[in-house]
């Protein structure tokens, strides 16, 4: 069985279930503080563009998504397990990462009040040539990528806000233009914009970590690779 | 044949290989970066764009397009111009640089920015070139962040708003296709244009959306900072003019003239008001760097026939400001134990040239007589007064803080030194700040040293739209 046929068993997903899930994940990245649920989010709204988007350009396009969401996840979660964070060691919570600009309960009611903006503007806002369902899954996910990026100020969280953003916009690209350079560019672009973020997650996690946890193994924070001190 | 396009992206890519791979060797890195940054630079200059020449005996044409599916590569007259002027300035950065002490991995890693750079030059269609733009942004993270560990502020900010623009474009592309389908409706061109401000908003980046320029500057080698908004802003404000010329009916929707005077003059008021009350050598860098910008925004919107011949005046004298305040602060940075003003205290007894460097590059960019950007600002302002008095008095307010921050910083460098030991400056550091005050002065006392290559610029730019 091909990776197409496989992504093509999941049919059964696409419409109404595909967008919830998608909404679901993006609000996930949003609200949770443990990264591991952040990245299982973004990797729930990559699948599930993917499958949205297999309605808009060819399957085998389609499934690109899903890959370069896949590989991004996998970045972003080698990354940040480098870092070797555990969730009890004991320090103190403020030297624990990530570090969170707001609180938990905080962000659920901004999610709450996102809610009902989102019950209140939906019906008023027609985008050319979009189906409602895919309106709707492009405001919601577009909403949720927003306020991640306003309420998180490091960069995993931040960044899967920013990668949620890049992948939600796909929705109206692609039904604009069906042009394989296009997809391509967009693809490439995530992949490289999700190695930067990775990169930002390894630095701020190193400065991070206790003195005494000493430097992860196969990394090099006095910045040889990057440049560095001289 | 082989198109000019693939010849300058080819070099420089492998050119950034080269410099990559020998990268442990510092001087030998950034002498073959300087080297083929300005090889490119005068070749580019000099050889015909619809003729071809023998290079190594092979045949070139650089002004041959290259055609990749939808996209295309082609060098113009201005796009031309725009790539000169970015090696060259690479040319020079990358001699401070090395002598500054600003992270091995910047020649590499400035090279692929410069082709980066020159692929929004030349690319089309016009509005997929915001992409390229991205793509510089990424690559600049790894040099705003330099491999330090800790704060990434300013290298997330650098990335956030272009990323956010791009969408923007291409929907607005959408919109302009669809237009010459039903030339009666205009509305496809409304939606366009507020698509494309939007979009350019996100990319200029003015007051209050400046943050990612001082947060830059407090975490980058100061150095490659400079590199970053010199480079940046000048291919953005590049974009901004082909956007106009190519598209007629964007001046059209909005007074796009308006709109910049306000932005530049609100950006230029806000740098210069926050640089007087900065307290580190690196914000201090950054919001002086934003009041510069504002100044250049407000020449671009300007009316008449002189708004944009000062505009390339202003970009011109800023480079050299910029590069020499950053030299300056990157040799106090590296030698004394912060930036912190409180820090600097003694810093003029080690390190008088840096010192000097830092004061006369803030008085440049504050547009103080005896230093180039003196000439073009007194222009600017002028022009601005015709319009009305009281903008040109809100810059002059931005420039009175951008000198109170300089005067608090150098004075900051006064004094006893109360720290350990600090290394004398070396010999090549004295030579490069004395070689950048002395330039600056001399272009202050004969500002017509610069018509020439004014000159040269504005003739490919009056070729914008063609």
Same mark, same amino acid.
């Given at each position: 069985m091909s990776l197409a046929d496989l992504f093509r068993q999941l049919?059964?997903?696409?419409?109404l279930p595909a967008v919830l899930l998608a909404c679901a994940g993006a609000a996930m990245i949003v609200v949770a503080r443990d990264w591991r649920l952040g990245l299982f989010g973004y990797a729930l709204v990559s699948l599930m563009l993917a499958l949205l988007l297999s309605q808009l350009i060819p399957t085998d396009w389609a499934l690109m998504q899903a890959i370069t969401g896949g590989l991004i996840a996998v970045i972003l979660f080698l990354s940040a397990r480098q870092l070797r964070w555990?969730?009890?060691?004991?320090?103190?919570w403020e030297l624990?990462?990530?570090?969170?600009?707001?609180l938990t309960s905080f962000r659920l009611l901004a999610l709450v009040l996102a809610a009902v903006s989102f019950a209140v503007v939906r019906g008023r806002i027609a985008i050319p040539g979009l189906d409602p369902l895919f309106r709707d899954a492009l405001l919601w996910l577009l909403m949720m990528s927003l306020l991640g990026l306003c309420l998180?100020?490091?960069?995993l969280h931040a960044g899967l806000s920013l990668l949620v953003f890049v992948g939600a916009v796909e929705l109206l690209l692609f039904t604009l233009f069906q042009r394989r350079m296009l997809v391509g560019l967009w693809m490439g672009g995530q992949v490289v914009l999700g190695l930067a973020i990775a990169y930002l997650v390894v630095a701020r996690g190193l400065a991070e970590l206790?003195?005494?946890?000493?430097?992860?193994?196969?990394?090099n924070p006095d910045g040889r690779f990057f440049g560095g001190q001289p | 044949m082989i198109a000019g396009p693939v010849l300058v992206l080819a070099v420089l890519l492998v050119a950034a290989a080269a410099a990559y791979l020998l990268r442990r060797l510092e001087a030998l890195s950034a002498l073959l970066a300087a080297g083929v940054s300005a090889l490119l630079a005068v070749g580019l200059w000099r050889l015909p764009l619809n003729r071809p020449a023998i290079i190594a005996g092979r045949p070139v044409l650089l002004g041959k397009p290259v055609v990749i599916d939808d996209l295309s590569l082609v060098i113009t007259p201005a796009s031309r111009a725009l790539v000169v002027f970015l090696l060259i300035t690479a040319a020079v950065t990358f001699i401070l640089a090395w002598r500054t002490y600003q992270g091995r991995t910047f020649y590499p890693f400035g090279l692929g920015l410069v082709a980066l750079w020159s692929c929004v030059a030349l690319?089309?269609?016009?509005?997929?070139a915001p992409f390229a733009v991205v793509l510089a942004a990424i690559l600049s993270v790894f040099l705003i962040q330099a491999?330090?560990? /800790?704060? $990434?502020r300013g290298a997330w900010r650098q990335l956030l708003f272009p990323t956010l623009s791009v969408p923007l474009f291409v929907i607005a592309s959408w919109y302009i296709e669809q237009?010459?389908?039903?030339?009666?409706?205009?509305t496809p061109y409304r939606i366009a244009s507020w698509l494309l401000i939007a979009g350019f908003i996100l990319l200029l980046q003015?007051?209050?959306?400046?943050?990612a320029i001082p947060a830059v500057a407090g975490q980058a080698p100061p150095v490659v900072a400079a590199f970053l908004w010199i480079g940046g802003q000048a291919v953005i404000l590049f974009l901004l003019q082909r956007f106009l010329v190519t598209y007629p009916w964007l001046s059209a929707a909005v007074d796009s003239a308006r709109w910049l005077l306000w932005l530049g003059i609100f950006t230029a008021v806000i740098g210069g008001l926050l640089t007087a009350a900065q307290k580190r050598l690196g914000r201090m860098l950054g919001y002086a760097a934003v009041y510069d910008y504002g100044i250049l925004i407000v020449a671009l919107g300007?009316? /008449? $026939?002189?708004g944009l011949p000062t505009a390339v005046w202003l970009l011109l004298t800023r480079t050299l400001a910029l590069l020499t305040l950053a030299t300056g602060a990157a040799i106090i940075r590296h030698h004394m134990? /912060?930036?912190r003003y409180e820090h600097l205290t003694g810093a003029i007894s080690r390190l008088p040239l840096a010192v000097i460097a830092l004061i006369a590059g803030g008085f440049g960019l504050a547009g103080?007589?005896?230093?180039?950007?003196f000439a073009s600002h007194w222009t600017l302002l002028q022009l601005v007064a015709e319009d009305d008095p009281r903008w040109a008095l809100l810059l002059l307010l931005g420039a009175l803080g951008v000198l109170v921050g300089t005067v608090r910083a150098g004075q900051a460098c006064? /004094?006893?030194?109360?720290?350990s030991p600090v290394a004398r400056e070396s010999r090549s550091v004295t030579v490069l700040a004395a070689l950048l005050v002395v330039v600056g002065v001399l272009l202050g006392l004969f500002?017509?040293?610069l018509t020439n290559p004014v000159a040269a610029v504005i003739l490919p730019l009056a070729t914008l739209g063609q």
């Open positions: 049919s059964i997903l696409i419409g555990t969730p009890n060691t004991g320090q103190r624990r990462w990530p570090n969170l600009a707001s998180h100020s490091e960069p206790a003195p005494d946890d000493s430097t992860p193994e196969g990394l | 690319l089309q269609p016009l509005l997929l491999g330090r560990p /800790g704060e $990434t237009a010459p389908l039903n030339p009666d409706d205009t003015p007051a209050p959306l400046h943050v300007l009316r /008449g $026939t002189a134990e /912060g930036d103080m007589p005896l230093t180039a950007q006064f /004094g006893d030194l109360s720290t500002p017509q040293l």
